[in-house]
């Protein structure tokens, strides 16, 4: 059964040749994917390839978690046709017409056999394409981008297989030298990595010769002996015959549709390969493209966006493992769950709107809509664990209490014929009749304000992140106040749609960018560029304006700290674990096997080496410094037993850990002050709380920062040896944050150097800290300071 939204097979009026545009799905967004001009025996095969190609698509960007639905565009040339100027230029105008023919519904972008230039000239026809050159405004070859990201996929199946996400040393074969193969090549011979390649085309050879790699014939490549296999040709190079010859440990590329047939993924696990779905390992340039020119984010968190493929393929890897699947099974799972979790296709408002107050009947439709829209809106800002978990049934318990008790405010949802729609509210002024919304627009439903497991819940964060990079919000309902009967409307009231200020969501019409009448602290915020998974951010323009050098603690790790970060806790990170296995040992941790534990901000390993030898495995160890984890990941002998972790501790723990399965949590040497605000330690602790088993430890060390130092006593002396000096500079922000500025020195050849970074730490009193455990339902057991100052909290899940 064909499951595509909709095909359509032109005869080009100029070209006389087959113009496939096939459009897989919008649930998620209009569709985009690349146009193909490449020989078929005859259309049917090329229509088959878009059938297959669009659907790959409508996953590329499911898994990627944009917003963006699956086409592609095929033109099937016959056998042998050359293609001179004038001809390609009437195919494209011929796609042109037939992309333009859809009104939106689909954007074209290069693939095999086209370029940005051929969408230079789709371009004249139709603003529905991607990828033209920059002088024309668009982001130009995507292939650079595509090879980057499978570049970060390689690094997260080369940290699986070898301990390390570096692939100097690493023997790869990449099948095809075209613009990703060669690119990728490039970037893998620049690290080190040892070369066999190939390509139909013998000139290619140039570029194997120019990287010092060894040629083989197309035929011979696949049963290379090599740690992994690169596709970056055509389709359809894993069969069944060609999966029993590999050699490899892996097969991770860019090239589209890599299986012959599903069946042939089960086959590789089988033979213990990992196979990186071909759609995870190759959205890198669509992700840049469509970001940068459809959503219209900046070029550095498109690029962001691109690495976060490194960060997916170690979730589907995890889960893989979690959950005994085959990687294409867990991507092809995550891809149905963001599916599934899109609007009702025929969701569109229809007709006029009719608004009324809602009832408590009204509590389950409410709930849909509500948790649809957190899915929709706050997808890679919060788990997916949490967010395809029970979030009806939380929504379901709010709504169900808000709407069966009489208060002094009233809930106003909009229907159409299909019953509730989706809606953007405006508060209603107390008193004002609901034809006349308020101006300004309340974007979300309020947080829940009833118990810290819905603060914990409700992510604060990722709507204004959604909101900057101009996606529809589309929440469920407006609270509003009403002053009495008769302002709000009798049921049946009926309201034009153009009248509203509710704005039904059009699938197909672009998304608005920010709300005009943003006030201003709001459009800095969403100025700011935030990285929910990575960044710990503090979005308070207060801050910049005061110390317009301090960055994030990440960036901070990143530009000074890591690097000197084992010597600074005094070089032997064996030396500090001891010291932390007995203080924990101490607190009454012990673990067995089997006994997961996790340490929250792990740094260069001492916590999770002390947690190893007391007993706990595995070790979930989570950092947002790369730099860090590989030289924990250096000093672990028994790699089983860790599983690190790039990520937000702010967000890592419901997609790391099943509730109730974690033995320990524990967040140490003054990591949690680097969170972004003081409102993110009660959701962190409601994760922990949710995360352990009951009898399960917690454990913080932090500075209590609450007291303010002055004069020279604000200077401290971190470390110091020969050739490295570190001190530190407080300056108190408000009562809230503390700018810590780090001033290292090091000495090259008898030369000393300065460098200097500062970030935010956050004012953390003990006794509110201990407060806030409460709250999240821990039984503090101690809580004290050690003889340096720094405080230990110790808690237990009752
Ligand atoms: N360009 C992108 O940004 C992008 C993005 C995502 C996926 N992809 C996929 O990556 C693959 C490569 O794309 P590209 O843009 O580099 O295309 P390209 O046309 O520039 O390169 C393809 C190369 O593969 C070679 N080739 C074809 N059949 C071969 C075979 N049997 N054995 C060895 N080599 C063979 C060709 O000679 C050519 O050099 C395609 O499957 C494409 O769909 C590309
Ligand atoms: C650029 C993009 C559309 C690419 N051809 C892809 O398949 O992802």
């Not at 919000?473 to 153009?498: D, F, I, M, Y």
């Amino acid at each position: 059964m064909l499951d595509h939204e909709q095909v359509a097979i032109h005869t080009g009026r100029r070209s006389r040749l087959p113009v496939i545009v096939a459009v897989h799905s919008t649930a998620l967004g209009p569709a985009a994917g690349g146009l193909r001009l490449w020989h078929y025996p005859d259309w049917r095969a090329g229509f088959t390839d878009a059938l297959r190609l669009s659907a790959a698509m409508t996953s590329k960007f499911a898994v990627a978690g944009l917003p963006s639905g699956g086409g592609k565009a095929v033109v099937a040339l016959p056998e042998g046709m050359e293609l001179d100027a004038d001809r390609r230029r009437d195919i494209l105008r011929d796609v042109a017409d037939a992309i333009a023919s859809l009104s939106g519904a689909y954007a074209t972008g290069p693939d095999v056999g086209t370029s940005p230039d051929d969408m230079a000239v789709i371009g004249e026809t139709t603003p529905h394409v991607f990828c033209r050159p920059a002088h024309l405004g668009g982001s130009g070859d995507s292939s650079p981008h595509t090879a980057q990201g499978t570049l970060a996929a390689l690094r997260a199946v080369s940290r699986r297989l070898y301990g390390t996400s570096s692939l100097g040393g690493r023997s790869l074969a990449v099948i095809g030298l075209g613009r990703v193969g060669a690119g990728l090549a490039r970037l893998l011979a620049a690290e080190g990595a040892v070369l066999t390649v190939t390509d139909i085309d013998p000139d290619e050879q140039k570029i194997s010769d120019g990287l010092g790699a060894v040629w083989r014939s197309p035929d011979e490549i696949l049963a290379a002996d090599v740690d992994i296999v690169v596709p970056a040709a055509l389709g359809s190079v894993l069969t069944r015959q060609t999966a029993a010859d590999l050699r490899c440990r892996a097969v991770v590329g860019p090239a589209n549709n890599q299986l012959a047939t599903p069946d042939v993924a089960d086959l590789l696990h089988q033979r213990d390969i990992i196979w990186v779905p071909d759609y995870v390992a190759s959205a890198g340039g669509v992700i840049d493209a469509v970001s940068t020119e459809l959503h219209r984010v900046s070029a550095d968190e498109a690029r962001a966006r691109v690495r976060a493929i490194e960060d997916t393929v170690d979730a589907l890897l995890d889960t893989a493992q979690r959950h005994g699947q085959t990687p294409a099974q867990a991507a092809s799972e995550l891809a149905r769950r963001r599916l599934s979790a899109a609007v009702r296709p025929t969701g569109s408002p229809t007709g006029s709107l009719r608004l009324r107050a809602a009832g408590p009947g009204d509590a389950e439709n409410m709930a849909l809509l509500h948790a649809d829209s957190w899915r929709r809106h706050y997808r890679g800002a919060y788990s997916d664990a949490f967010l395809d978990g029970d979030v009806v049934a939380d929504r379901r318990s709010v709504w169900s209490s808000r709407l069966s008790h009489a208060s002094g405010s009233a809930t106003v949802v909009a229907e159409d014929d299909t019953g509730l729609c989706r809606v953007r509210p405006r508060h209603l002024r107390r008193g004002r009749p609901l034809g006349q919304p308020r101006r300004q627009s309340a974007r979300h439903p309020a947080p829940p304000k009833n118990g810290p497991r819905h603060r914990a819940a409700f992510p604060r964060r990722g709507g204004h992140r959604r909101a900057r990079e101009g996606q529809r919000h589309v929440p469920v309902g407006a609270r509003t106040e009403h002053g009495g009967p008769g302002v709000l409307p009798s049921p049946g009231r009926h309201l034009r749609r153009r009248s509203t200020g509710f704005a039904p969501r059009r699938r197909g019409v672009p998304a608005r960018r920010l709300p005009r009448q943003a006030p201003l602290h709001l459009a800095r915020r969403l100025a700011a560029r935030v990285d929910q998974r990575t960044a710990r951010h503090t979005d308070n323009p207060k801050e910049h304006a005061m110390n317009p050098d301090a960055t994030t603690s990440v960036d901070h790790y990143d530009r000074l700290l890591a690097e000197h970060y084992t010597w600074m806790l005094g070089g032997d990170v064996h030396e500090v674990a001891a010291r932390q296995a007995a203080l924990l040992a101490e607190l009454g941790l012990a673990g067995t096997d089997n006994d997961t534990a996790v340490d929250l901000g792990c740094g260069s390993g001492a916590q999770t080496l002390a947690l190893i030898r007391l007993g706990f495995s595995p070790v979930i160890a989570v950092d947002t410094s790369r730099r860090l984890l590989d030289e924990l990941i250096s000093y672990v002998g028994d790699a089983e037993a860790v599983r690190p972790v790039h990520g937000d501790i702010c967000t890592v723990l419901p997609e790391a850990a099943e509730p109730g399965t974690v033995a320990a949590v524990v967040c140490m040497g003054d990591t949690l002050p680097h969170l972004p605000s003081k409102a993110d330690v009660p959701v962190l602790l409601g994760h922990i709380n949710r995360a352990l088993v009951p009898g399960g430890h917690f454990v913080i060390t932090y500075r209590d920062l609450t007291a303010e130092l002055r004069g020279t006593d604000r200077f401290i002396p971190v470390r110091s040896s020969d050739d490295r000096l570190l001190t530190c500079f407080l300056e108190y922000r408000d009562e809230d944050t503390v700018i810590v500025h780090d001033l290292l020195h090091t000495r090259t050849n008898g030369a000393w150097q300065q460098q200097a970074s500062s970030y935010p730490k956050l004012r953390l009193a003990s006794s509110w800290l201990v407060e806030q455990c409460r709250a999240a339902g821990l039984d503090v057991r101690h809580d004290a300071a050690d003889s340096r100052g720094m405080r230990i909290l110790h808690a237990v899940k009752p």
